[in-house]
């Protein structure tokens, strides 16, 4: 079996399409691309218009943004796990701590 390999352009109607019919696996099927390929294509900012999030049906615009600021909340608290991560480790050795100016 060949590899597909499919346009920008083609990705995007693909997410649009799936937008029209509210239905990833409607759209997959009628694209002939499995409903999975299609989903990451719609988590793409690339493809679904420079959205970080896609929106959900039902989901009021207030609920959206509380969406996307528990996401970036999320990531900035994993940055901050790993640079306490980094600082024990650079740190440890030594215990001597030196400040420059």
Request: glycine content about 6%.
């Amino acid at each position: 079996m060949r590899h597909r390999v499919f346009d920008d352009e083609f990705k995007k109607m693909a997410v649009e399409l799936s937008k029209l019919k509210d239905s990833v696996k409607d759209a997959a099927d009628e694209l002939d691309i499995t409903p999975s390929r299609l989903s990451k294509w719609r988590n793409n900012p690339q493809f679904n218009g420079g959205k970080i999030m896609m929106d959900v049906a039902g989901l009021s615009t207030e609920q959206m943004e509380i969406r996307r600021l528990k996401k970036a909340l999320k990531n900035a608290e994993l940055e901050r796990d790993i640079l306490k991560k980094a600082v024990g480790i650079f740190y440890k050795g030594d215990g001597d701590i030196q400040i420059y100016s």
